[in-house]
């Protein structure tokens, strides 16, 4: 199976940046999307970005288009997820996930088959 290990959570104050990566090790699957999904406490996990293998088709939640870009380095089976302008609501468990089906349904997190243990991001302000 694909094995996710996501990196790059911290703490940063309102209006800063953080980058975060996902690697994927052991089996893969070609053609597979790639997802970022976060779970503030209390809260359900929701969606954030999505991107295609090529990386030629990207998705975003309303609350961060424009602050979040998310990319992915097909070679390295590594994908990364830029935060700018970052606001203390964006604090949550940030998750990396999987869906070698290519679901139509990118932004549902029961369609990704595989999922990262998660790294926290902590907004002050």
């Known amino acids: 199976q694909v094995q996710l290990v996501e990196s790059g959570g911290g703490l940063v104050q309102a209006g800063g940046s953080l980058r975060l990566s996902c690697a994927a090790s052991?089996?893969?699957?070609?053609?597979?999307?790639m997802g970022w999904f976060r779970q503030a406490s209390g809260k359900e996990r929701g969606f954030v970005a999505a991107i295609s293998w090529s990386g030629g088709m990207t998705y975003y939640a309303d609350s961060v288009k424009g602050r979040f870009t998310i990319s992915r380095d097909t070679a390295k089976n590594t994908v990364s997820l830029q935060m700018n302008s970052l606001r203390p609501e964006d604090t949550a468990v940030y998750y990396c996930a999987a869906d070698p089906r290519v679901s139509r349904s990118y932004s549902s997190p029961i369609v990704y088959d595989y999922w990262g243990q998660g790294t926290q991001v902590t907004v002050s302000s």
């Open positions: 052991g089996r893969t699957f070609s053609g597979y999307r």
